[in-house]
């Protein structure tokens, strides 16, 4: 375990790139490219220098920039019952120019989903006599979840108190109810504006990042907020670089999370990924605690055992890239919904790459779906291409995954899941180590003969050991203390359970499965 004196000792990760990789996470919910929400805190904060703000009000608004959208996720489950695709939704939605009517438009056009004409009737009448209830619903918990992440991550109270008035218009026809004008937080005031400015500088050029704030100012937006943004859009504009968000969170002083406070804000970037889906809450922190007592079952350096816990906790922070309409679809997906499904892993990857010191967790949160066969995801890569953590995480997420209830199938026992995860060992499909490990954790008892690819016993596998080295038939024989003719019928039965008729095949078959590691020299 940590020493006690180590807790408060500095992680080297910062606190703007936790909250970057949330925003990151957010851009897939909102169906926009990655670092939409990073490039608006660099515009809000341009907005901000230009109203001639303190430092700490600079500061507020760009953490209320970051935190004004994550919240959209957590409405998708509701969203996708109504709408189907619920990205498709909120994507169309920003290409609607913040116009009233144009979102409407989308609204009533994406009601049903896919169904049938019979099943869109119903839901747009159900829009119209319920005057968008279950609409208005999401966007009231869009708001409480900004305050709660913002909350847990230590913000201070102007920015939470701020993060109260997400959905509030300059005209007070937004929600809370009546809140207008000069009484919405100038943070938020000023967020909406770059929000809306990064999405048509993308869609419509130089001219729609002007012309779309100042179409919409005094109804949606602050006049003033609108006029800061006419007067420098010619300076800022070119500006908007890939890393924007290190411009806007170098700012002001950023500050290094402690041991404590960085474990503390994984557990956060994981409840927020099990949001997505009522199926897969608690699923993130399950496997994180399952994958490090694997880790140290395994006898691993405490070091392994907190990076794999880290790297746990974020492997599905790529979810937001799946619509609900995938996720929670009762029956068997089709070949493109499972296309969509397996993207998720590559969305791990590609936020925590982009989160700055986050990166060094991505080759292992990302390869929770690899198989050590190559037939997971998203790398399709194999065996010791694999990271070891990697291996482990593989393992703890596919039981603790099938422990749980999924909306194709109900939850497997203990028992049943932990026989499954031994034949994917047997078949080669994932590490026998690692899923001796993983059992071990999770209180099955011990196997007299560890897993281990194909069906191989352990002698098998010590002859499959030497046999990839070189060894002769007798030099085997010589080695493990056996006769050469029992050496001989061990090589041929090796050779038929995995499928190979030469050495060479063999050793690419040890090599592959990770087999060569425990070779005495």
């Known amino acids: 375990m940590i020493a006690e004196r180590d807790r408060e000792a500095s992680s080297g990760v910062q606190l703007a790139e936790v909250v970057a990789a949330i925003t990151l996470a957010a851009d897939l919910a909102l169906g926009q490219p990655l670092d939409h929400v990073l490039r608006s805190g660099a515009i809000a904060v341009r907005l901000a220098e230009q109203l001639g703000l303190s430092d700490e009000e600079r500061a507020a608004t760009y953490w209320v920039t970051m935190f004004i959208s994550p919240g959209c996720s957590v409405g998708s489950f509701e969203l996708s019952q109504i709408f189907g695709d619920d990205i498709a939704l909120r994507s169309e939605l920003y290409s609607a120019g913040w116009s009233s009517r144009e979102e409407m438009k989308v609204i009533f056009r994406r009601a049903g989903g896919g169904g049938s004409a019979g099943k869109k009737a119903r839901a747009r009448t159900k829009l119209i006599a319920t005057r968008g209830s279950a609409v208005q619903a999401t966007l009231g918990a869009h708001c409480a979840v900004n305050v709660r992440l913002a909350e847990r991550i230590g913000m201070n109270e102007v920015v939470t108190s701020a993060l109260a008035h997400s959905f509030a218009r300059w005209d007070g026809k937004g929600i809370p109810k009546k809140v207008r004008g000069t009484d919405i937080a100038l943070p938020v005031r000023i967020a909406s504006v770059a929000d809306a400015i990064e999405v048509s500088h993308r869609q419509r050029g130089a001219e729609g990042a002007i012309e779309v704030p ?83 079952e395994a006898g691993l350096p405490e070091s392994d055992v907190i990076t794999l816990r880290h790297a746990a906790l974020l492997h599905d922070i790529g979810r937001n890239g799946v619509p609900n309409s995938i996720w929670d679809k009762p029956g068997p997906l089709t070949d493109d919904e499972r296309e969509r499904v397996r993207l998720h892993a590559y969305h791990t990857d590609r936020v925590l790459h982009r989160a700055g010191s986050l990166a060094r967790l991505a080759s292992i949160a990302s390869a929770a779906h690899e198989r050590a066969d190559g037939g997971g995801y998203p790398r399709a890569i194999s065996a010791e291409t694999i990271p070891l953590l990697g291996r482990l995480l593989e393992c703890a997420d596919a039981y603790h995954a099938m422990c749980e209830d999924r909306p194709h199938r109900p939850a497997l026992t203990r028992d049943a899941a932990a026989q499954e995860l031994r034949r994917a060992a047997r078949a080669g499909e994932l590490d026998g180590r690692a899923v001796d490990a993983v059992l071990a954790a999770a209180g099955h008892p011990p196997r007299k003969r560890p897993s281990a690819p194909a069906g191989l016993t352990p002698r098998e596998v010590e002859v499959l050991e030497l046999a990839a080295r070189g060894a002769t038939t007798r030099q085997v024989a010589s080695k493990l203390g056996i006769t050469p003719k029992t050496a001989g019928n061990h090589i041929e039965r090796i050779y038929v359970k995995i499928g190979v008729s030469s050495r060479a095949e063999a050793a690419l078959f040890a090599m592959q499965n990770g087999l060569l590691r425990t070779l005495e020299r």
Do not use: C, M, N, Q
């Open 214 to 296: 100042r179409a919409h100012s005094g109804t949606l937006f602050d006049p003033a907020v609108v006029d800061a943004w006419v007067a420098i859009s010619s300076d800022v504009l070119p500006t908007l670089a890939e890393e924007s968000w290190r411009a806007g969170a170098s700012s002001w002083p950023d500050r290094s999370l402690t041991v404590d406070e960085l474990d503390e804000a994984l557990e956060l970037l994981a409840d927020y990924a099990d949001l997505k889906s009522p199926w897969f809450s608690g699923h993130s922190r399950g496997v994180a605690v399952l994958a490090e007592s694997a880790a140290r």
